[in-house]
């Protein structure tokens, strides 16, 4: 092929493309890019038409990328980075600002220092100041007029915020954890208040069964050491499953455990030109299937 002849990779291609890689799903792609999901496969057909070659392998079970769709993620990421950071330079104009920021650990377990990072690096005038802990001591921090925004763990008694993420509630055990049919369940519970520990005594209250909390833990990593150490048994979502952990699969008959909801709190009364970005950028990460399901729609 003549190389002055080349033709043009389309940005919503790719960022259709990268959707459909990261995220595993063109169903969970559309929702992330808002589009539905027969538009997607369209635009990954017109890609593959236009690369002349497939960059997803599919099966009933399964979607892989092909060796070329390997090749193509690494320059389709950085022509997309090149191009958002293009039009925030010179489209909008640059953030500037200060924002008093809490976010609950529940909300990008590991991830958030290298994201903050990152949004500190295309945002350099907005200057952060974080606090994160448990969503009762955020929200608390909140009503006392001591930061701006909350991104915390909906509130059961409590109806604000805006819903921005949805996760599955899963029991969790350690690896090698046996459970003794005889006793009590050995429970992992953060200290109270907390929607975690409310919902696991609610449910095994409604099936009668007996337990016994083994463990107060005064943070989420506390949690998943006293569980991962074979202390007993507790509900997280699903993003804390971490090595030496496994899913405890409960009895039959037992009813599933709901999903928890993380809200934002405060984007109404704040500085919404730098709260809009700043919540975009975080939960854009999220639908993009690093980290977790999207939000549906």
Same mark, same amino acid.
């Given at each position: 092929?003549?190389?002055?002849? +080349? ?6 291609? *790719? ?19 808002? %589009? #539905? ?9 017109? +890609?593959?038409?236009? /690369? ?5 392998? %599919? ?5 892989? /990328? ?13 022509i997309l980075e090149l191009n ?19 976010? #609950?650990?529940? &909300? ?8 903050? #990072?990152? &949004? ?14 448990? #969503? ?10 001591? *930061?701006? =925004? ?12 805006? =819903? ?12 090698? &954890? ?18 975690? %520990?409310?919902l696991m005594l609610e449910a ?8 016994? $909390? ?8 506390? =949690? ?13 979502? %699903? ?7 496994r899913t405890w699969q409960t ?10 909801? $993380? ?35």
């Amino acid at each position: 092929m003549n190389q002055s002849r +080349l033709p043009d990779l389309e940005i919503d291609l *790719l960022r259709a493309f990268i959707a459909v890689a990261n995220s595993g799903s063109f169903t969970a792609a559309a929702d992330a890019i808002n %589009r #539905s999901q027969s538009a997607v496969s369209q635009k990954i057909l017109r +890609l593959e038409e236009r /690369l002349g070659c497939r960059v997803f392998e %599919r099966t009933s079970r399964s979607l892989l /990328l092909t060796q070329a769709g390997e090749h193509l993620a690494g320059y389709a990421q950085r022509i997309l980075e090149l191009n958002d950071a293009a039009m925030r330079g010179i489209a909008r104009p640059a953030l500037g600002g200060n924002i008093r920021l809490g976010i #609950s650990e529940d &909300f990008i377990p590991g991830q958030l220092p290298a994201l903050l #990072s990152r &949004f500190s690096r295309l945002h350099p005038g907005v200057h952060l100041a974080l606090k994160t802990g448990l #969503s009762c001591d955020l929200l608390q921090a909140y009503d006392e007029g001591e *930061l701006d =925004v909350v991104i915390a763990k909906k509130d059961r008694s409590a109806q604000r915020g805006r =819903v921005i993420w949805r996760e599955p509630l899963v029991w969790m055990c350690a690896a090698d &954890f046996e459970l003794d049919p005889q006793a009590p369940l050995p429970l992992v519970l953060l200290r109270s208040p907390c929607t975690y %520990r409310q919902l696991m005594l609610e449910a095994l209250s409604a099936r009668g069964q007996d337990w016994n $909390i083994v463990c107060t833990a005064s943070s989420l990593m506390s =949690v998943q050491a006293a569980v991962a150490g074979g202390l007993g048994l507790t509900v997280l979502g %699903r993003s804390f499953m971490q090595a030496g952990m496994r899913t405890w699969q409960t009895p039959s008959g037992w009813a599933p455990l709901p999903k928890t909801e $993380i809200t934002v709190i405060g984007e109404e009364s704040a500085d919404s030109e730098i709260v809009a970005p700043l919540v975009d950028f975080l939960t854009e990460y999220l639908a993009a299937g690093r980290a977790q399901a999207p939000l549906p729609s």
